[in-house]
């Protein structure tokens, strides 16, 4: 091919080019640190993402301080009128997981307020899925142009078993991003979670069908997600961090999974306490160990499992006698469902296990909440 038919080629594919879809370069990206983002327990967060205060560093277990530069439970809010996103994402740690998709780990969830309800419109898939190295940024478009040109409601949850350490939303340059202007999920009187790593978010498919998101859009109430996968171990300072939360509407503890009947027996009540002498007035929440699948089957398990509860149960009823009022306990029975589908690998909740699992506290916190 000659020199003057390779510069018509090249011309002519240049002129193609420009009437495919929007590259990532025809995107304007806004920085999301600037928008609004809820799920935390703290603004004063190590990093802007992470979950733990940056004085606790040195001070939490090193398990505990890892896992709380996670980003689990929040969600950053914004209004657009695009028909497409552009999500340019950094990962912090590039977390792997045999018992988690990596959707879950280190990916990101899109709804939409549709008629006053939200409505799962994309996930942000990571990069180098099933690779074991590679670059930690990642840039995926999700489509909804039947939304385009009309300003509507966006939430985008991220990763929960990752930190989120820069993010930013790219819309087509005709297109705006702007502050939400709708208070949902309504940020006062938030529901404050402890837990395990049932709680952050194991084994969900995407970051928006863990436990806190669908109890969350189900209450239409911010919900904060302080599950410590395997270290929900009734550490007092997070029950400090608890208790400076300065406008709870309820405390839940779903730290069961991870205890022993011991543990419980040492710890709950004081872990308890920190709570209440900051709030007395606040309602709190404490949540069975779960009644795994292979308990039908394992007489070990259903032992272990019987007596942990055995022990909440103990504890909670001398907060009775010592006439604690505003305090609830949430049974296991039902919590997973009966047909042993609920789980993973017997022990991490599905997407099934989740929805199982908000039914049945949701109706015990909406009281609680004054609905």
Known sequence: MNRVMKRFFAALLLSLTALLPLAADDYVYTDAS????????????????????ARLEGVSRPAVWRLGRDSAGEYVRFASDAGSFSLRWTSTFMTKSANMTACVVRGLALYVNDGGEWIYVGTGRPANEGKESGPNETTHKISCSKLEGEMHEYMLYLSLYDGVKKLEIGVPEECRIEAPKLNSPRAEKAVVMYGTSILQGASA????????ALVGRML?????????????????EIAELMAAYPDPG???????????????LEKQEAFFRVLRKAHPDVPVVFIENP?????RYDQHREDYVNGKNAALHKVFDKLVADGEKNIYLVGAMNMLGSDNTGTIEGTHFTDIGFVSYANILVPVLRPLLGE
């Open 205 to 212: 498919s995407h970051p928006g069908l863990c436990g806190t």
């Open 250 to 264: 309820v405390f839940v503890l779903d730290n069961m999974p991870n205890g022993s009947a011991e543990l419980t």
């Open 34 to 53: 600037t928008l609004p983002v809820f799920g935390k327990v703290c603004q004063d967060t190590y990093e802007h993402f992470s979950r733990l205060p």
């Open 291 to 295: 009644n795994y699948p292979g308990m």
């Open 220 to 236: 239409d109430r911010q919900v904060i997600n302080l599950g410590f996968s395997g270290n929900a171990l009734l550490d007092m």
